[in-house]
């Protein structure tokens, strides 16, 4: 696990819950209740292991929650092959009192719920490490503080993910199955086969993975310890018909997918338990939707794009698309050479001092503006926004320029080009700058 776990509480007790009247039958047909529960925490998760019945039927699955279920996937509900004997709830609230229940499935019906209640340590640190593709397409793993030494994880990485307990997934050489690295290292092991993959898989808190299927077109679903994948999202259609298409998936199991032009966007929302919605998105104060290079999103189902104008400007300029509207919202306060990111919470926006029209970039003699980094801007979740002053880096070209983020709001980037080239750390309060590495890198994650 690496995971740096700084506080670790934990207090269960121990419940045998009862057969439910939907469910009552001789005991017989049923299994019988799971054996040796218990819950263990660390930083701010928590992970429930049990055994099987010592008595009953035999065991077809297992159906795993957790309450209160606020920040889960599924509502918190998970349900397992009968293989399993854990399961693993992250994202947990620091201070809040939570019950873990866990009962066996037979092909009778349900056996009776194990429950054990864990407390959320108050103070829960958990330093969290930035994932990223380097030139020869290996994942490297840098400490977000900063300090320390960055390590190859896996080689051939295209298209990786990680989780919050540090198991990378990288999508196979033939694209039909997803290799796991361990976070405590060792080889890699095959997690699932038989699949229409495509060199971008994307995770949740849960640890539920995602991908484009190759075939179908549509986002796939690999739900957490299973081994069968399933259709979960298709992309909507503009009424004049689109000509971008992106999709995003939030911290909190929210899967978006993108289809736009100019003029207006199809957007399809898939909740964690994966009911469907789909919205028309008219254009907002701008007139125009634009053309769309990047999609991200939040833990609260707000979905943050960069377009590009469609005159000859060559903006690029953030905008959020909060949950369940159609109108969007600028994101920024001005025009500049900037850098996006959002740790789920906040979305976080490097810009440069100044900003100059693309004809007159590349008209000689330029625009010589000064392309400086000086400001870091932070948009909560409800809108509100904080900026901080930064040092020492300056912008490399105009783009979409997606970046990362971590709890704490420190910000990530890659600077492609220019004085300041290769991978930047920002910090949450600003301030200096630090340069972690002056190669180039791509895909950055934290988790």
Known sequence: MYKAVLTVAAAAALVIGGVTPAVAAPPSRLP????AVQVSGAGDGATLTWNAPRAGAAVTGWKVE?????????HGVDRLPAVARSDRFGDLVA??????????????????????RYA???????????????????????????????KTVAAAGTGFTADDIGDVFVPSADRTSI?????????????ATGLHL?????SDVAGNLYWIDSVTGNVDRLPVKGSVAQPWLSFGTPASGATDS???????????????????????????????????VTPGTSGVIGYVRAVIADAHGDLYYSWQSPGASGAFIWWVLRAGTTVPVSAEPRLAFEYGATNGETFSLLQSKEWCTSPAEYRPPGCGVDKSIVDLVVRSAGGTTVTKHVTGLTAGDRGANVGASDRAGDVFADIAGGPSAGLWRVPAAGGAAQRLSSAQYSSLLVV
């Open 95 to 116: 201070g809040t009192r939570y019950s873990l229940t866990v009962r066996a499935s037979g092909a009778k019906g349900w056996g009776p719920a194990v429950h054990v």
């Open 246 to 280: 992106y999709w995003a998936v939030g911290r909190d199991g929210t899967v978006s997918t993108w289809a736009s032009n100019p003029g207006g966007a199809s957007v399809k929302t898939a909740s964690p338990s994966g009911v469907v919605t789909t919205r028309v």
């Open 198 to 202: 495509t060199a971008d898989l994307r």
């Open 66 to 74: 957790i309450s209160p279920s606020s920040r889960q996937p599924d």
């Open 179 to 191: 290799l796991l690295y361990p976070a405590g290292g060792g080889a890699a092991r095959t997690l």
């Open 120 to 150: 959320a340590p108050r103070s829960t640190t958990v330093a969290q490490s930035l994932y990223a593709l380097d030139t020869s397409g290996s994942v490297v793993r840098f400490p977000t503080s900063g300090t320390g030494t960055a």
């Open 32 to 35: 019988g209740a799971p054996t």
